[in-house]
């Protein structure tokens, strides 16, 4: 069964779980997010930034798919995020413990040595993010909050 099947199988992980990355660059997985890819059938990811604010922690399959999506697309800019996915992303296999190593490059850059992360999941990957993003990123939600859900609803949000 392909990817695509299988998260539609499985029951997602729910909100925001805090967490933390170590000093040796491990973040500990929280039991929702361990059990969604063992659902899935994943004991390894691929974890990566494609905007230099969110970490993107991709089950392998999944982020095979988006290499795929990369070598088709014919927008210019699909180029540009492969390379920035690969310059600095790499495989990781979930431990015992359930952590996995977020790449030194990746964890220096965003800020995230030995720093909580915030956690959620979406369409398929698990998104990391540092206190300040999340902070950014809760202010905006926050401020469209109203605009935003007027709009949804009438696309059809319940």
């Given amino acids: 069964m392909d990817i695509e099947a299988r998260l539609t199988d499985v029951e997602p992980p729910r909100g925001f779980h805090q967490a933390r990355v170590d000093e040796k660059g491990r973040l500990k997985l929280p039991s929702v997010f361990q059990q969604f ?11 990566t930034t494609l905007d230099m604010a969110t970490v993107r922690i991709y089950p392998t399959s999944l982020w095979k798919q ?3 999506f990369f070598e088709n697309a014919k927008n210019p800019a699909a180029e ?5 996915a690969n310059m600095y992303g790499a ?3 979930i431990d015992g413990q359930g952590r996995v190593l977020i790449p030194q490059e990746l964890r220096r850059d965003l ?3 030995n720093q909580p992360v915030w956690l959620g999941q979406y369409k398929g990957r ?3 993010y540092g206190k300040d993003e999340f ?8 401020a469209n909050a109203q605009g935003n859900l007027i709009g949804l609803e009438n696309e059809g949000l319940k």
């Fill in 66 to 68: 988006n290499e795929i």
């Fill in 80 to 84: 540009q995020a492969s390379f920035l």
């Fill in 37 to 47: 890819l063992k659902a899935l059938g994943e004991d390894a990811v691929f974890i």
């Fill in 91 to 93: 495989d990781s296999e």
């Fill in 135 to 142: 902070e950014k990123r809760a202010t905006v939600a926050k």
């Fill in 126 to 128: 698990i998104n990391a």
């Fill in 111 to 113: 800020r995230l040595e």
